[in-house]
């Protein structure tokens, strides 16, 4: 089964062709400043298996449509002989509410739900666009939508209720949502897995650490808490978010300035977090001026390991006991300072890094425990396209009858 997973962003288009006979990847793509004059397409094909082969087309993308049809006539430039190859389209839709607790076939009541979703997340009305120019361009193919919000919707009310007036959460459904689920499902399994154990046999700590960072108290496979809220804004330090503060602050400057509330929602996502106190969004450039003796560097440094214990520890009461803390994405898998910093002092917790394994350059899933340490520490690479091609296959055989054809490795549960 050839599958297709598309994540249409605002301005951005990118994709992935994967056999889901072996997982392996056929073709990804990145359309990046559609609607701008210089917008660009890089494809890469990965004939079998070998290093891609790169090719890179800058040209004006005047809307998402064009998107789609430079992003099909890529895949039939040496890749596919025709758009009837494709067996199913999985979908990121970055928001669904409460409407969607697992993924969903695409018909006309989904795209309809997916839209009235859109005011919880405004910046991204394009994941709907995608979809349906997708069934426009493959008219004969289902579409699977996967949500970065369906794994949370198993936290209990306590944790995602604010304490508002209710008649907020009853007429407009404001409430902790939690995003970055598609990883948080993925590393969840493929932890359980390198545990030797199933999901619903440990308890852990999620740890998606990026330009975007969230984290996830996640109880016997089932997501309890989690640190992003009705939007991706909330919960940790970010490259350029803020993630909590005092709410007070918003009327604090709106009064002061005086700045209107698009002013500061700008501010708060796109000039705060690691830039706002060092002026550098990428955690590399943190740390090489904070080796040229950047005080502020060290700094955000400093306030970026700082929030993630503090949420290792908050969840640590939640869960009561955990298995592992499991480090994901860019910075989660890379660098071995902030992970260092993150486990500092908790030993008195049952945290135990051993330097050395941390330090180490390696690929794959890999502990970097000590040997006496009660809860394991570990580096899981997250990969949600693959989440989301699998979920695709199995709403897709689920409605055929068909039998899986994915590997049986970390299979998502649904």
Request: net charge negative; proline share 5%; glycine share 8%.
């Amino acid at each position: 089964m050839k599958v297709l997973v598309i994540n249409c962003g605002s301005s951005s288009l990118k994709y992935q062709l994967r056999d889901m006979n072996d997982e392996t990847v056929l073709a990804s793509g990145l359309v990046e400043r559609i609607g701008d004059a210089t917008g660009s397409i890089t494809h890469a094909a990965h004939p079998g298996g070998d290093a891609p082969e790169k090719r890179t087309d800058s040209l004006p993308i005047e809307n998402h449509i064009k998107a789609m049809r430079l992003m099909v006539d890529r895949l039939l430039d040496g890749v596919i002989a025709s758009p009837d190859e494709i067996d199913a389209i999985g979908h990121r839709v970055v928001q669904g509410g409460e409407s969607f607790s697992r993924p969903a076939l695409v018909d006309g009541e989904v795209i309809a739900t997916i839209r009235a979703n859109i005011p919880l997340a405004p910046l991204h009305s394009s994941n709907a666009t995608g979809i349906e120019q997708a069934m426009e361009l493959f008219e004969d193919t289902p579409n699977v939508a996967v949500f970065d919000t369906e794994f949370h919707q198993t936290m209990p009310p306590w944790a995602y209720m604010y304490p508002l007036p209710i008649e907020l959460y009853q007429k407009q459904r404001i409430r902790k949502y939690g995003f970055h689920g598609t990883s948080h499902r993925f590393v969840s399994l493929a932890a359980a897995t390198h545990l030797g154990k199933g999901p619903e046999e440990v308890n852990l700590i999620t740890l998606h650490l990026g330009n975007g960072c969230s984290m996830d108290a996640i109880e016997k496979g089932r997501c309890v808490d989690t640190t992003m809220g009705l939007t991706p804004l909330a919960g940790l330090m970010m490259g350029s978010r803020c993630g909590d503060v005092d709410p007070a602050i918003l009327s604090f400057l709106a009064r002061s300035q005086p700045q209107s509330l698009t002013e500061i929602d700008t501010m708060l996502n796109h000039r705060s977090g690691l830039r706002g106190i060092c002026g550098h969004s990428d955690m590399r450039d943190v740390h090489r001026a904070r080796e040229n003796g950047d005080q502020n560097a060290q700094l955000a440094f400093e306030m970026f390991a700082y929030r993630a214990k503090k949420t290792i520890g908050a969840f640590l009461a939640v869960l009561g006991t955990v298995d592992a803390l499991v480090f994901t994405a860019g910075i989660g898998e890379n660098d071995d300072q902030v992970r260092a910093k993150v486990c500092e002092g908790l030993a008195p917790l049952g945290i135990n890094i051993d330097p050395k394994k941390n330090a180490a350059r390696e690929f794959g899933i890999r502990d970097i425990h000590a040997q006496n340490s009660p809860v394991k520490i570990l580096i899981v690479p997250t990969n949600e396209e693959l989440e989301i091609a699998r979920s695709t296959v199995t709403i897709v055989n689920n409605i055929s009858g068909a039998p899986s054809q994915t590997a049986p490795s970390n299979q998502t549960e649904l």
